[in-house]
């Protein structure tokens, strides 16, 4: 069974600082999922990756499946994008499904 | 396109009875998959559906069960329901199973009292 753990659990930032968020997972993969949660449940996917890295606007994942560790990063924060972000690992059949992390509680102040 | 949709939104029931959860998933997905998310153990995959075969199950006890029906459409069911299983239900449909990116619904919040 894979385990999944992020970190920090908690972050606070002022506005247009560089964020990071990290995830480490024990077993192999076929995919990892980055997911935003805000207040009120509304999950949305913010990226899927298998190998790399990928870029959208100010948001940036990366991956290195032989360390077994991805990287969410936030370029220029802002207030808006407090929320709880949630990283997921997808082993590939099996019973796992996918196994999330506890997710990144963040939190911009302007 | 219209998105994940799930009936209903907020539901209250007492220990015992029994509920279905519904998902229509994005038109053209055919894959549906089944979250719970409590404040004590985060989220946890509960299973997933494609083409109307359950191919994941998580590790949940058989009162958690659910279909999928030939439009793609998705119910679970939990039969005999604990105080514990008070939660929010996410389902999320794809393309394919869960390589492939996840639109997830708002979710079904079930209160057990």
């Known amino acids: 069974k894979n385990e999944v753990e992020q970190s920090p659990q908690n972050l606070t930032a002022q506005e247009g600082e560089f964020i990071t968020i990290n995830c480490s997972y024990s077993?192999?993969?076929?995919?990892l999922h980055w997911l935003q949660q805000h207040p009120g449940g509304g999950i949305v996917s913010l990226f899927m990756l298998s190998s790399g890295k990928k870029k959208h606007g100010r948001l940036i994942a990366t991956i290195n499946i032989q360390e077994k560790h991805s990287s969410l990063h936030i370029t220029a924060s802002h207030p808006r994008d407090s929320a709880v972000y949630i990283c997921a690992a997808y082993s590939g059949g099996g019973a796992d499904g996918l196994t999330f992390g506890k997710g990144t509680h963040l939190i911009i102040q302007p | 396109k219209a998105g994940v949709t799930q009936t209903p939104r907020y539901l209250i029931k007492t220990r015992g009875q029994q509920v279905t959860l519904s998902c229509s998933p994005i038109s053209g997905h055919r894959s549906v998959s089944w979250y719970q998310q409590t404040p004590g153990q985060g989220l946890q995959f509960l299973f997933e559906?494609?083409?109307?075969?359950?191919?994941n199950k998580g590790n949940f006890p058989g009162r958690f069960s659910g279909r999928q029906f030939s439009n793609s459409r998705s119910e679970m069911n939990v039969s005999t329901l604990e105080l514990g299983d008070s939660a929010l239900y996410l389902c999320?449909?794809?393309?394919?199973?869960?390589?492939?990116?996840?639109?997830f619904g708002p979710g079904t919040r079930l209160t057990v009292t």
């Open positions: 559906y494609f083409s109307e075969t359950q191919r």
């Open positions: 999320a449909s794809s393309q394919g199973l869960s390589t492939y990116e996840q639109y």
């Open positions: 077993v192999g993969i076929s995919a």
